[in-house]
């Protein structure tokens, strides 16, 4: 103990004496093992660190397999299963969600609900810490309304009152009891913040109804039995689904195999693949880091050669020499990793928006014991990799020799290892630089995909208006408002919005170009045929006129809905080319009939427009068939009402900049509806951009990792010419003496310093040649081996290393011959 | 205490070998003071190395006391070397940043001494050495002649039976240089047999005994007679 105490003392007043080293040492370690627990930190929360439930590992998403988008189980449908599998088995549904503006003694509050039955929450196994949860009876129709509130909520909207179970809260326009608070942690879906719960009203008709009108789709959450695997779970529900599908009518076929999900894997799979590259980036940085410290730590071995053949002479053993050389080592990786903790912490913090704009799950990111353990795991390792090998070629070296001969010169096999380790940094570096490339020209091809529509000066948002009122709820006439929404609320809405000063045009549609934030299939016969299977299903949407206008989509044919498809007009319904080119390739569809029921005025909805095409949800994905019904023509007890009353979004196309909009828009939408609140407010651009995903992410942090490795590989470049001209002074004082000009001197170390660049650039476009494959899936337009993208990586770290060899040549062609020799 | 048998040294370098010692047969009573000599490269340090058991390359016979020394492998030489000798060097070797204390203190850190003990031999050298107002000083601190005083007291502190001293006042100016000798013979009168290898005539009388080495043969191994002025045994 006594000797490491002395060790250490030893090692910091080493650290001390060198600055300049130590500094090096120290921000290449907290770049690479900062950039590496930044992406943990970010990958534990995601990734790794188990949801806070109750054996988290047991709960999961029941779904039927099917390859069809938007497809849900049935609540029927899951009731059979549940029936299938005994009273035991715990399964329940989420029948319904929206958002919602609330007030309470702790003001308003713009919280999640979520409707659901009372089997989810006990399925999640949670109960809660005042009142009660959900029972069967609360779902049914008629019960009297409750709600469950989440923490944060009680305690923000109630300041935490112990007595609020039987205080009432009035949600969207509707008065709720409150009938007790979950646990701190507990949140579902997980990780929404402001959550409130509501039991969905079911029917009667919908606890049977395997299709037609009465069905309820529900999104389907369960926990595994004990003794019982997800894939058994899987096996078993399939065999009660086959026997349920055949009980359905042929028309309406089932899929026979259910597909069973962790819950946590269902929320973080997307972000499984962009992390765990991102990850493999991170730890290639590490590496470099290490081999440039290992580098830095060869040269201090070389100069400190006396010292170590001292106490090789008075007794020190391999052992204890070894043991003082990881010392030093540990310190200074000690020092890295509380820096690139603080770095790696920072950067989180710099990139918080992009991160939880782009990524799953980022309420859990934050520093754990999982992320102390990791990074302390790194530092060992880190310390252990640059630390013994330097060690060990010190230790080795001839002590009598170093005594007498007393100069602090590197053997041949020295300069070799450190001109090895530097080329292996300009391999690395290629890698990561090609990689950067490849993500760079991805963002730039995405960019320049034709969306079908325009970027300019719009802005869009969603509407939450308080009044509105549930589909089933609105069936049953039970709790719903009777007034129109539409008429109420949208129609005024719009008229505000177009008189704001600036604005062009400002239209309503329940979906907009890469907003999917509501999807909803329907699916109709043509003319009334009854095609089955075959028939036209596409994205249904609601639109007002002049939506064609804000967004720039052009008309190919017929019309799109103006002023006077108003309430009582025919109904008029507007298709996507996508649609007409799928289901009407042969026959003109202006005019065809697209059937909602069977009777109404909605089952002679007539198509009167064919719309460019638009991206949907990703700029990459082929466009799918939309509908469009006019937004106008909407009215309680009409088909897609329910729509209406979910979700409006909001498009604004300015004269001026679109972010000049966003206090107009408020001002306009509180002028219509007091408490209404908007959300996610954007301009189209950002929309655009926020569809790209992870993909900006990584690309951004490719850019900086790639910046990062140049910059590490190049200061290795520097150290080693460096070293190696103040080894050679002499002998290049003496080239100078007889005669050598300078140009001479130059191109001797240039020389050097292109060779070892060759040698890196050769073995990481080789490395870099094979890495590419594993970014196949995430590059768009650009060939993985990209002949432009290699040119440019292997000019720019060409440049790079002229310029970090440059520095020490020139040092070198200035040495003054009189003080060389001397010196000696 | 010390006996060499027909121990040999050379260094090939390509295809040709270079010897550098041939066939040295020595025998140290303990107590001696020796002094070695010749002109450069005669394989006086090479000598010293073997005895100081930093060189492994030799063959012959080494024996140490009782013990085979040729017989033993590297750490077991490393072992009786830490424990029985020490060393003093031309140009020092103190470390640098290391007080003049912790120097001393080197050899003992190597050793499995509890460190009240190490503190307590650290203090001892410091004060029989006179040197106790400079022990938190640091060696760029010191004079040379200082500096070398260190150096013995660092390869003395451990009470080793062989001090091995190459040149030691090879850097120092004459009056540091007789300090330095006076000191060798105050340690050599207690009782450490030393062995110094010197190019000078003059520190060579502090000793009993001279040994000559050319080309690697031994060429003169006489007493020295104390009628000379200086010397350990004025």
Redesign the interface.
Known sequence: MNTLLQDIRYALRQLRKSPGFTFTAVTVLALGLGANIAVFTVLNGILLRPLPYAHPDRIVTVKLDTNQPYYAMTYANMLQLHDAMGANFQIGAQLGGSWASVVGPGGRLQVQRADTDAGLLRAFDVQPILGRLFRDEDNRPGAAPVVLLGNDVWHRLFNADPAIAGKTLTVRGQTYTILGVMPANFSFRFGDPMQIWTPAQIPAAARTAMDGDATLGAEVYARVPDGMTAVQLADALSRAQSVVAKEVSAENQLPTRVKVTGYQDSLNHEARKPLLLLYAVVFGIWALACLNVTSLMLTRAVARTREIAVRSALGASRLRLLQQSLVESLLLSGIGAVAGLLLGQSAIKLLWTQIAHKLPLTSAIHVDWRVVSWLAAFTLATAAIVGIFPALRAASRNAQASLHGATATASASQNRTREVLVVAQFALTLVFLVGAGLFLRTIHALRQVPLGFTQQNVLTGGVILNNGSRQFEENQSTHGQKENIVRESYLPLIERLRAIPGVQVAALSSVLPLRNEMAVSICSGLDHEDLGAKRACAQGRLASAGLTDALGIPILRGRFFTEEDAAGAPIAVVVNEAFAKQFSPDKDPIGRIYSMGKQGPFANARIIGVIADTRQSTVIDPTKPEVYFCLAQMAPGTPLYGIATAFIQVAIRGAVPADSLRAQFDKALHEVAPDATTTNVKTIHEAVEDSFGSQTLIAHLLESFAGLALLIASVGLYGLLSFAVAQRTREIGLRIALGAPQVNILSLILRRALLLVAAGLTIGGVLAWFAVTLTRSYIFDVQAHDALTFTAVVIVLAAASLIAAWLPARRAASIDPNLALRSE | MIELKNVERSYKTGPTETWVLRRIGVTIREGEFVTVMGPSGAGK?SLL?IL?L??DGWKGEYWFGETAAHKLNR?QR?DL??ERIG?V?Q?Y??????TVA?NID??L???NLP?NERQGMVADILDRFQIVAKKDLFPSQLSGGQQQLVGIA?AVVHAPALLLA?EPTGNLHSTQAREIMNLFCELNRAGTTIVQVTHSEENARYGNRIIELRDGWLTRDEAVHTAATEGCTK
Do not use: C, I, T, V
Request: net charge negative.
């Open positions: 340090s190395n100081a930093l060189d750490k490393a070397a830490r060393m060097f140009s070797h103190l470390l640098d940043d290391l912790e080197l050899p850190s190597y050793k460190a660092r190459d």
